[in-house]
Every structure is written in structure tokens, then in C-alpha cells.
């Protein structure tokens, strides 16, 4: 389970602020907001709530457009899976660099995250048949050439539930596809403080490719970067990039 502190805005973070800044980096892609309707969304989710406000913080930063295997993904044949989609911004992002709409699924456990996403975007008419969401895995064997995977691995705190979940990803790949994305991990020489703000699992580099080649994955290539996102602000983590395949 998420720690308690994971699911609220960390300190010197608000709903307006983050709401605003989350709107006005959407905007910059052409979406154009009637009068009033920040006021409409701020009312909505101070009601009702942000269900991950760390989701928020980076809406409108499509994450896949600086993987080190994104031009490749988009020259790859076959469908492609956002497993774990959240606000649906990489796939806004696959659609507008031109890969086949047709080819895409996405999907999540529940609708906070997509629809969130839908509010800001507003174009859940355009898209929103692309994504699914079910409390199971919904797709069979051998669907997809490419999944990616983004800010998902360091959500999951239990070791089984990460264990289904690639196990997930490979039953859906086809032999020789594709599974990339990004995770926050600890940096080289590194230790976290079990109290500090952030997602339950955070792990260094060796045990995020025992993970992958544990699950059946091979050749995984993983490169540090260090730009975290913004909610972060503890130096001794990193994102990590992956790629790995299933065995032709």
C-alpha cells in the first residue's frame, strides 16, 4: 500500500497553483478553455479531490517524447499498449508525432487519472475509445508488437502485484516485442530515508533489471537520467529508462 503522504501534495504544492500551471502547459497545444472553466475544474476537484495529485503536477509533460526508444517506437509495426496510461498524455503525444490511432490502446485500473486527463484536454469524444479500464488485465496473449510503461513500477509497493503486472506485459507482447518506460530509482551509492515524500518503491538499477530479466524479459538496456519530475526533490533518486524484449 501507498504510503499516506504519497497521496496528497507535498509541501509548498496547492490544487489552484498545480491545477493552473497543468491547464496553461495543455493550452500550449491548442486546447482553449471557455470562460470560467478553471474556476468549474478547481471547484470539481476541490470536491471531490485529486485522487493522485502527483499525476497532476505533470500532466502536459508527455515523458515518452524524451525516451531514448521513442523515435524507434513510432517506426514499429503492430499495436501498442500504454499500460497504465494515467491522464493519457503520451498517447495525446504518439497521436500528434503521427503513430496510427487505430494501433493504440491504453489502459488503467480506474478512471481518476484518464478522466482527469479528459478535463484538460478536453477531447474525450476524439479519443476516448482508446482507453479501457478494468480491476483485470482485459487483453490476451500475444496483442501487441510494443507496450510502454510509464511512472509505473515505482507505484506498485507489493511485490507480487509488480510480478502479475510484467507478467501482464509479456503474455500480451508477441515474440520478439518490445517493452519500454520509465520508473524513478536510486542513483548509483544512494540510500532513501524511508520517510521521505514519494512512491513506495524506488529501486537501484540491478534490481529494476532482476525484475525485468525475472520476468522472462531479455537484453534490458537501462539508462540514468536526472531529470526528475517536479514533485520530487530528493536528490539521491533518478529516473530510469528501460528497454527490454521477449524473446523471439
Known amino acids: 500500500m501507498s504510503p499516506p503522504h504519497a497521496l496528497r501534495f507535498p509541501p509548498g504544492r496547492t490544487l489552484p497553483a498545480e491545477l493552473s500551471a497543468a491547464m496553461e502547459r495543455v493550452g500550449a497545444f491548442g486546447v482553449v478553455y471557455p470562460p470560467g472553466y478553471y474556476e468549474a475544474l478547481l471547484d470539481k476537484y476541490t470536491r471531490d479531490g485529486v485522487r493522485y495529485p502527483h499525476i497532476l503536477m505533470i500532466l502536459g509533460i508527455p515523458r515518452i517524447s524524451s525516451h531514448f526508444f521513442y523515435s524507434r517506437a513510432l517506426q514499429r509495426a503492430g499495436r501498442l499498449l500504454d499500460y497504465g496510461c494515467g491522464t493519457g498524455d503520451n498517447v495525446r503525444k504518439l497521436i500528434r508525432d503521427g503513430f496510427p490511432r487505430e494501433r493504440i490502446a491504453a489502459f488503467d485500473i480506474n478512471w481518476s487519472s484518464?478522466?482527469?486527463?479528459?478535463?484538460?484536454?478536453?477531447?474525450?469524444?476524439?479519443?476516448?475509445?482508446?482507453?479501457?479500464?478494468?480491476?483485470?488485465?482485459?487483453?490476451?496473449?500475444?496483442?501487441?508488437?510494443?507496450?510502454?510503461?510509464?511512472?509505473?513500477?515505482?507505484?506498485?509497493?507489493?511485490?507480487?502485484?509488480?510480478?502479475?503486472?510484467?507478467?501482464?506485459?509479456?503474455?500480451?507482447?508477441?515474440?520478439?516485442?518490445?517493452?519500454?518506460?520509465?520508473?524513478?530509482?536510486?542513483?548509483?551509492?544512494?540510500?532513501?530515508?524511508?520517510?521521505?515524500?514519494?512512491?513506495?518503491?524506488?529501486?537501484?538499477?540491478?534490481?529494476?533489471?532482476?525484475?525485468?530479466?525475472?520476468?522472462?524479459?531479455?537484453?534490458?538496456?537501462?539508462?540514468?537520467?536526472?531529470?526528475?519530475?517536479?514533485?520530487?526533490?530528493?536528490?539521491?533518486?533518478?529516473?530510469?529508462?528501460?528497454?527490454?524484449?521477449?524473446?523471439?
Open 114 to 248: 484518464i478522466d482527469l486527463g479528459f478535463d484538460l484536454y478536453r477531447d474525450r469524444k476524439d479519443i476516448g475509445g482508446l482507453f479501457s479500464v478494468s480491476g483485470a488485465f482485459p487483453f490476451g496473449p500475444e496483442e501487441f508488437c510494443t507496450v510502454y510503461s510509464a511512472s509505473v513500477f515505482h507505484v506498485i509497493s507489493d511485490d507480487r502485484e509488480l510480478e502479475r503486472y510484467l507478467k501482464n506485459a509479456y503474455s500480451a507482447l508477441r515474440p520478439g516485442g518490445v517493452l519500454f518506460g520509465s520508473t524513478l530509482g536510486l542513483g548509483q551509492g544512494t540510500t532513501r530515508s524511508p520517510e521521505a515524500w514519494g512512491p513506495p518503491r524506488v529501486m537501484p538499477e540491478e534490481v529494476l533489471a532482476g525484475c525485468l530479466t525475472g520476468a522472462g524479459f531479455t537484453r534490458p538496456a537501462i539508462v540514468r537520467r536526472h531529470n526528475l519530475p517536479p514533485y520530487i526533490d530528493d536528490r539521491s533518486m533518478c529516473v530510469f529508462e528501460f528497454c527490454t524484449q521477449k524473446p523471439a
